[in-house]
């Protein structure tokens, strides 16, 4: 009972403290965020095998150019501000330089460097040279990034490059770090390729070589055993020579050329090595090469080398393919919105949630329309004021805000007898609009019928004296703001007299 008794008041003690105390997560441990983190496996590992070897090389290559090869194009808001926030964007993608050279320009290029190293090294860092006004953007080399100094809250400090033996500190504000498959909160994103890459331990605890180098020295291998099945090992024997003479023959057989010959009087014997692979050895080529292509998560290879597809079956194989390029594409597109557009809106004096500047993969569908298009849709009343000039501005045409353009009208007494036509009114009148330019609904609201043009008074009618009294015709309809025509008046019966 005692010894219950005091662990029930321990218990007490702790679960009173833990009320008590309330402290913010740590994502970095105090060592860490002194020392920095440095990247789990090199990054010039990657590079290595995205250069040398053909299956990543060409994996990397169609993961990339499935996801830009159709473009992109911005949407916004077009009523905010005559959408010109969404041609300040425009401009943008189509003049920022990333670099000195004369091709060091425009948005489209520079994505198709970052999507490569996102896709083989996880990661991408491209550097504001002016944050205050962005105009001139950096793309800093993958591989000269050393370490990242975090605080215990996981807030980036400092990121350090290492290069040309020297340490370089950049600015974490002005660093644009995008990073692809982060996982337990690692300042550092993981590429496609990271399994591949990446050294294990056997149960042992030995180091198991990279899967990538396994699959080089496999090739080696081969090179080999194919090099001494053609060319076998062969050991001559000369009995009757002395070592001076076996010396000799010795330094030009060692390594000789396939169609080399040779001559001698001297008695020699030789024995060949029939090299060649062993049983079992073609099952584990294919075990391991389907292996490697599970690991780049992409069926190109195996649509090209692998003749026991199907259609049903590669057109599945293609789908799941396109599943890690939708998910690139996404993480590009968020990186580029949040870190570029709404940073170039709040420069330019606009505001990114009214503004809705979103950022979109693929060819624009828009209708290349031009202006007599707008014209006759505006004169037919399918268009409004404002939609017209949006469409206008689209086209190319400098058009002042909205509100001025209306604010300039209300100025005029103007009143607008048709689209496209205006008249004007004396001052204080009513203006009078007419409805539509169509010509029947025209020649029906003022009274005409199709066709015609204009009402023409009636001629004047003239009664002979002993017709009865007629009643006065009443006069002609005219359109707004025309004269009106008074017929004559008839003749009067006259009474005879008494």
């Known amino acids: ?6 662990r029930e008041s321990v218990a007490r003690f702790i679960y009173r403290g833990t009320q ?7 994502i970095v441990p105090l060592y860490k965020s002194a020392i920095g983190e440095y990247q789990v496996e090199n990054i010039r590992d990657a590079i290595d095998a995205y250069l040398h070897d053909t299956d990543i090389y060409n994996a990397v290559n ?19 501000k005559s959408g010109k926030a969404i041609d300040v964007v425009k ?23 970052v999507t490569h190293e996102l896709v083989y090294g996880g990661n991408t860092f491209i550097e504001m040279l002016t944050p205050d006004k962005l105009e001139m953007l950096n793309q800093v080399q993958l591989s000269s990034i050393y370490r990242i100094f975090r605080s215990p809250q996981g807030s980036v400090n400092r990121i ?10 950049l600015d974490p504000q002005n660093i644009i770090h995008v990073s692809w498959l982060q996982i337990d909160r690692e300042p550092f994103g993981r590429g496609l390729i990271q399994p591949l890459i990446a050294p294990r331990m056997d149960i042992k605890g030995r180091q198991v070589p990279p899967f990538y180098k396994i699959k080089a020295s496999l090739e080696y291998d081969l090179y080999r055993m194919v090099h001494r099945r053609g060319v076998p090992r062969s050991v001559f024997s000369f009995p009757e020579a ?21 001559a001698t009087n001297t008695k020699i014997e030789i024995a060949s090595e029939v090299g060649g692979p062993a049983q079992g050895v073609p099952a584990i080529i294919n075990w391991l090469s389907d292996r490697y292509h599970v690991g780049l998560q992409t069926p190109i290879n195996a649509l090209i080398t692998a003749s026991g597809f199907t259609q049903a079956s590669a057109i599945v194989a293609q789908e799941l393919g396109e599943l890690v390029v939708e998910d690139l594409q996404l993480r590009l597109k968020y990186a580029i919105e949040d870190d570029l557009y709404d940073r170039i809106l709040i420069q330019n004096g606009f505001d990114p949630k009214l503004a809705k500047i979103e950022f979109h993969w693929g060819a624009s569908n828009d209708y290349e329309y031009n202006i007599n298009d707008i014209h006759m849709s505006f004169d037919r009343n399918l268009l409004s004021v404002i939609e017209a000039r949006q469409m206008l501005r689209k086209v190319g045409l400098e058009l002042d805000d909205d509100s001025k353009y209306f604010e300039e009208i209300e100025k005029k007494n103007t009143a607008t007898t048709m689209k496209g036509q205006q008249v004007v009114v004396a001052p204080g009148d ?31 009618q003239v009664a002979p004296a002993q017709a009865p009294k007629a009643a006065p015709t009443a006069p002609a309809q ?19 007299s008494k």
């Open 478 to 496: 005219t359109a707004p703001a025309q004269a009106q025509v008074q017929p004559p008046k008839p003749a009067q019966k006259k009474e005879p």
């Open 430 to 460: 009513e203006p009078q609009v007419e409805a539509s330019l169509q010509p029947t609904t025209y020649a029906k609201s003022q009274g005409l019928s199709p066709g015609q043009v204009a009402q023409v008074p009636p001629p004047a």
């Open 1 to 6: 009972m005692i010894n219950l008794g005091w």
């Open 160 to 169: 350090q490059q290492l290069i040309g033996g020297r340490f370089n500190d």
């Open 91 to 113: 401009e943008f993608n189509d003049t920022i330089r990333w670099g000195d050279g004369r091709s060091e320009k425009r948005l489209a290029p520079l994505l198709r460097i």
């Open 242 to 262: 002395g070592d001076e003479l076996v010396q000799a023959y010795s330094k030009e057989l060692q390594d000789p050329d396939v169609d080399a010959s040779f």
């Open 62 to 80: 169609f993961i990339c150019n499935s996801a830009l090869s159709d473009g992109f194009y911005v949407t916004g808001d077009e009523k905010y």
């Open 20 to 26: 008590q105390v309330k402290e913010d997560a740590i």
